[in-house]
């Protein structure tokens, strides 16, 4: 089912398979929002949940008391993105979206949760935020959500991928870890010098030769995406989220991937207990987290 919002500005629309955004067009009928082409990615911007990125061979060791030391299948990315979520509201600028696990997730998740999804269009605002309650009645469950948008780069008939920049909101010197595309493993121990003193990331496609970008050092919370000749652009502001992802394929898709995330993919020298891992959240029971994150189109 596809779902539509829309103002003066945009006109947003959303999808219950995955409870995701889907499009983002200006008055002007240009589409910011990847179409998720099957040639480079057939993705748009999935929600990631319980987990961001991947585990060691995608196993999960819990700790509960009922059953010490179970070990639960959660492959790269969670188990929500390709679920269907029930469509709990809409009005004239928000839509909410929510799941509550299956059988099979209960399996490899040990955590009775909902998940709600709601999205709210301001002007030129999308705003989404992800609540998350714990519905345990004794357990703490430990959990990460991210966000996996893709936007369309070039947005200009015209233009190319190299007229394009990425804007940090403060000045940048950081390192980004080593990862291993195979297994989408980490290794925050072995870093790459990567910002020096900058605010301008120039884009190419050599970026992403080897794999994603893992931007854990930022000290900015926003970031915005602009093209050189036309001016349009997009901003992606994210001060929930200790990491932001920058992510496109190898093969030169005409996309590029801002994901705010909360944790990050198991790094070398981490443990498999997925409430010891680095950057957990944890939910105390009956109780809710809210993570929110915004883009604004910005012509």
Not at 41 to 47: M, S, T
Not at 52 to 62: E, F, V
Not at 127 to 137: A, D, G, H
Not at 152 to 174: A, M, Q, R, T, W
Request: charge should be negative.
């Amino acid at each position: 089912m596809t779902i539509e919002l829309k103002n003066e500005y945009l006109t947003v629309q959303f999808k219950t398979l995955g409870g995701q955004l889907t499009s983002i067009k200006d008055k002007d009928g240009i589409e910011y929002l990847w179409q998720a082409d099957p040639n480079y990615w057939n993705g748009q911007a999935p929600i990631l949940f319980p987990i961001c990125g991947s585990l060691r061979n995608d196993w999960a060791i819990y700790r509960p008391q009922e059953r010490p030391f179970f070990t639960g299948l959660i492959r790269r990315h969670g188990f929500v993105r390709k679920e269907e979520f029930i469509l709990e509201e809409v009005n004239d600028n928000s839509v909410t979206f929510s799941i509550k696990p299956n059988a099979e997730m209960l399996d490899n998740y040990l955590y009775q949760f909902e998940l709600r999804v709601v999205y709210t269009l301001n002007g030129k605002s999308i705003r989404t935020e992800f609540q998350v309650t714990n519905l345990e009645i004794e357990k703490t469950m430990p959990y990460f959500i991210g966000a996996h948008p893709a936007f369309n780069c070039p947005l200009v008939e015209g233009e190319n991928y190299e007229d394009y920049y990425i804007e940090f909101s403060e000045v940048e010197s950081c390192s980004i870890p080593k990862s291993f595309p195979e297994t989408g493993l980490l290794d925050l121990q072995d870093r790459t010098p990567f910002l020096e003193n900058q605010k301008i990331l120039d884009l190419d496609y050599s970026l992403f030769s080897h794999d994603a970008i893992t931007l854990d050092q930022l000290k900015s919370r926003s970031v915005t995406l602009r093209s050189r000749k036309s001016g349009k652009g997009l901003r992606v502001y994210f001060d929930d989220f200790p990491n932001l992802i920058l992510w496109s394929t190898t093969n030169k898709s005409p996309f590029i991937a801002l994901e705010p995330w909360s944790g990050l993919s198991t790094s070398l020298e981490e443990g498999n207990f997925l409430e010891d891992k680095r950057q957990v959240t944890k939910i105390s029971p009956q109780e809710t987290s809210r993570k929110i994150y915004d883009i604004t189109i910005l012509n």
